[in-house]
């Protein structure tokens, strides 16, 4: 069984073949996942919220900053940019019936993460997010795939 290493709230990872790479309950936070196929190094980061302030002390913790960081992460391992696709896995609306600000935070840091992609010029070839349950996503940095578990529905891997 190969190993796993599991990525907290605003913290990035990076593995090669044959590694694994989870967020585990993602809520309204989003799995930023960058996946180079051709080098089998892939990369995770789990944001909290959609843009960064500045300054800025925990770059991780954002959609914009942290899949900035990612990416220059995964090229520092030697992945190229040029290969390099993208996945996104969270941003769910976990409370609804809040009339707070925050309600909607899930699609906001889903918009700012494609935002920031586009930017980069990294295209996004799957996802699952937004919805109202939780999910968790794990990485195969072997194949590329990411296996997601949602509450209360089937496995699905994209």
Not at 69 to 83: F, V
Request: hydrophobic share 40%; net charge positive.
């Amino acid at each position: 069984m190969r190993e796993l290493r599991v990525v907290g709230i605003g913290q990035i990872a990076i593995g090669r073949a044959p590694e694994q790479i989870a967020c585990l309950g993602l809520g309204s936070c989003v799995a930023v996942i960058l996946y180079d196929p051709v080098s089998k190094i892939g990369g995770l980061v789990h944001v909290l919220l959609p843009k960064a302030p500045n300054p800025c002390t925990i770059e991780e913790k954002y959609a914009d900053t942290g899949t900035k960081k990612l990416l220059n992460e995964l090229i520092a391992w030697g992945a190229k940019k040029e290969k390099i696709v993208a996945k996104l896995v969270g941003g769910a609306q976990m409370f609804p019936n809040l009339n707070l600000s925050i309600a909607d935070i899930g699609k906001h840091n889903c918009w700012e993460a494609r935002r920031t992609l586009r930017q980069l010029g990294i295209h996004v070839v799957a996802h699952d997010t937004e919805g109202n349950r939780g999910r968790s996503a794990y990485l195969d940095t072997e194949t590329g795939r990411v296996r997601v578990d949602t509450a209360f529905a089937p496995t699905k891997v994209i």
